[in-house]
């Protein structure tokens, strides 16, 4: 089969090759998908699982990307909740093979049906931001309506899904990002926007709950802006600063089948809609993730047609 792998983490995205790889077998509690879309986190390059195992032993030459949407092959023994031909996606292990590849092993509780409705390019887009949105509102944020929520990169990968999850479930929401991003943010759904280069961050004043995708300077301002009683939830790592009177909480996401079916239906139903930018084959993935401009959106590797 075809794969994308990677072998030195100093080269990032520029060190990936399209190789020839045997086809992987699903071993217990597995499925073998059949790859048809792909998404990838330039980050990913820089996490240690993608170059080590669980128990640190290089796992090199590695196959990156982590969102996988497709049909299930083949059933490991034991395997049970899915069936072949079924169409499905999810969020497979950060430490195994990713989804850069035509075929892909998952095990079968990280993955979700696919509505037929559901195109297998969306079905990519979904998980990582999707989850990281969904359980940092409402698994670590607790947000309830009527609740005003900071969300930074609101027009990003993971903050336009922050916005329109937080504005679906009754929240007010206050977007950062560029200046450029200020429509894009909006459009998402964001009631307000922050400029970060020219507005003054406090001036937004107290919110029930920060959702920072940054870290850094803009992490430590915005804990002080948590209220009494209201949460920071970072992706950014530990917080240098933690708000006054509340919760600061950083995870790393986690897969989860029935929080992948709630997100997938409000995709069918219209209410959410994904940021997908650049679309391409795996024979261009190389070239898709080393781009020359500037782009905008996710980048999604269509396997098959």
Do not use: C
């Not at 993608?50 to 290089?58: A, G, N």
């Not at 092959?73 to 899915?82: I, N, Q, R, V």
């Not at 049906?113 to 509102?137: C, E, N, Y």
Request: glycine share 14%; proline share 4%; charged share 25%.
């Amino acid at each position: 089969m075809k794969a994308i792998v990677v072998t030195d983490e100093a080269a990032g995205t520029a060190g990936m090759t399209l190789v020839e790889r045997s086809e992987p077998a699903a071993a217990g509690n597995d499925v073998l998908v059949e790859v048809h879309a792909s998404g990838f986190t330039p980050g990913e390059l820089s996490w240690p699982s993608t170059w080590t195992d669980r128990l640190d032993r290089d796992r090199t030459p590695s196959i990156p990307g982590h969102e996988v949407a497709g049909v299930v092959a083949s059933l490991g023994y034991g395997t049970a909740g899915l069936s072949v031909g079924r169409r499905v996606f999810g969020l497979t292990d950060w430490t195994r093979d990713g989804t850069l590849a035509e075929y892909a092993v998952v095990e079968a509780r990280n993955l979700a049906p696919l509505p037929g409705d559901v195109d297998f390019t969306v079905g990519a887009s979904l998980p990582i931001s999707g989850l990281t949105a969904w359980q940092g509102l409402f698994v670590h944020g607790r947000l309830e309506s009527g609740q005003s929520v900071l969300v930074h990169g609101a027009a990003g990968g993971v903050g336009s899904m922050v916005t329109q999850l937080a504005r679906e479930a009754g929240a007010y929401v206050v977007g950062t990002g560029r200046k450029a991003d200020r429509e894009a943010a909006q459009d998402f759904g964001a009631n307000e926007f922050v400029d970060l280069e020219n507005d003054a961050l406090e001036d937004v004043g107290g919110v029930d709950l920060v959702f920072d995708v940054f870290g850094g300077d803009i992490g430590a301002r915005s804990a002080r802006l948590v209220r009494a009683g209201g949460t920071l939830v970072t992706i950014a790592g530990p917080p240098e600063v933690r708000p006054a009177d509340g919760l600061a909480v950083d995870f790393v996401v986690e897969a989860d089948r029935t929080q992948l079916g709630e997100i997938v239906q409000r995709v069918r139903d219209g209410r959410v809609r994904t940021n997908i930018g650049t679309v391409a084959s795996l024979d261009d993935a190389v070239a898709a993730f080393n781009p020359t401009e500037r782009t905008k959106g996710k980048t999604i590797i269509r396997v098959r047609p």
